[in-house]
């Protein structure tokens, strides 16, 4: 088992920034892979970005590929997602996740999740 809890999330003005972390704790967590996902009302969980165990692997969403910086520290068992540029568009609740073996993009391959921290964008 591993358990994750997220934090840093909040509410920011169109153009901020916030971190959110990722705390891991349980098996050892610099064996799995972590995504963020990401779920806004009445809207499918989307996939944000992800991250290889080793961290030399990283993937990202359109949506926020030059804005968004996933990243990790094994040796604090915690994640993160640097969000830069916010837009309204971006609130939702943010989940991480994590996985055995490499990132993937989909929910469902996802084994482990944390509650969710909710970020809320205002224009």
């Known amino acids: 088992q591993v358990q994750l809890v997220e934090s840093g999330g909040g509410l920011v003005q169109a153009g901020g920034s916030l971190r959110l972390s990722c705390a891991a704790s349980?098996?050892?967590?610099?064996?799995?892979?972590m995504g963020w996902f990401r779920q806004a009302p009445g809207k499918e969980r989307e996939f944000v970005s992800a991250?290889?165990?080793?961290?030399?692997?990283?993937y990202y969403a359109g949506s926020v590929k030059g804005r968004f910086t996933i990243s990790r520290d094994n040796a604090k068992n915690t994640g993160y997602l640097q969000m830069n540029s916010l837009e309204p568009e971006d609130t939702a609740v943010y989940y991480c996740a994590a996985k055995p073996l490499g990132i993937a993009t989909t929910p469902a391959s996802y084994f482990y999740w944390g509650q969710g921290t909710q970020v809320t964008v205002s224009s």
């Open positions: 991250i290889s165990w080793s961290g030399d692997s990283t």
């Open positions: 349980g098996r050892t967590f610099s064996n799995y892979a």
